[in-house]
């Protein structure tokens, strides 16, 4: 009895170094192409936000931040604008340039 549970142990054990190595081993590439680990990009899909984990040692940055945005178009300067409380003109101005500047500086 002892030695089957002994067994199972050392399976399960063994397991999980099967997956450790493959998750470093993914991490690794996912890191050398975007520049975050597969746990950065599952918090960026949880929080809705850019997070790197790295930042944790880094002062001047955040771990997760403001992702900066997507203004190709009228109507989605609009939209910027109205969730930065900016009267929505669809043009980019001094105040949407702030916003944005904050974004990028982490300010926000």
């Not at 991490?27 to 790197?52: E, F, I, P, Q, W």
Request: charged letters at 25%; aromatic letters at 4%.
């Amino acid at each position: 009895m002892i030695a089957s549970n002994m067994g199972a142990g050392a399976t399960i054990v063994s397991t999980a170094e099967t997956v450790d190595q493959v998750k470093t081993a993914a991490d690794v590439v996912s890191y050398g192409t975007t520049h975050k680990t597969l746990t950065d990009h599952a918090l960026d899909a949880v929080t809705g936000r850019d997070c790197n984990l790295v930042n944790v040692f880094d002062k001047y940055h955040k771990v997760c931040r403001e992702r900066m945005p997507d203004l190709s178009t009228r109507e989605k300067i609009i939209e910027f604008q109205r969730s930065k409380g900016i009267e929505p003109t669809g043009t980019i101005g001094p105040k949407t340039r702030m916003a944005i500047w904050r974004i990028k500086n982490e300010l926000d």
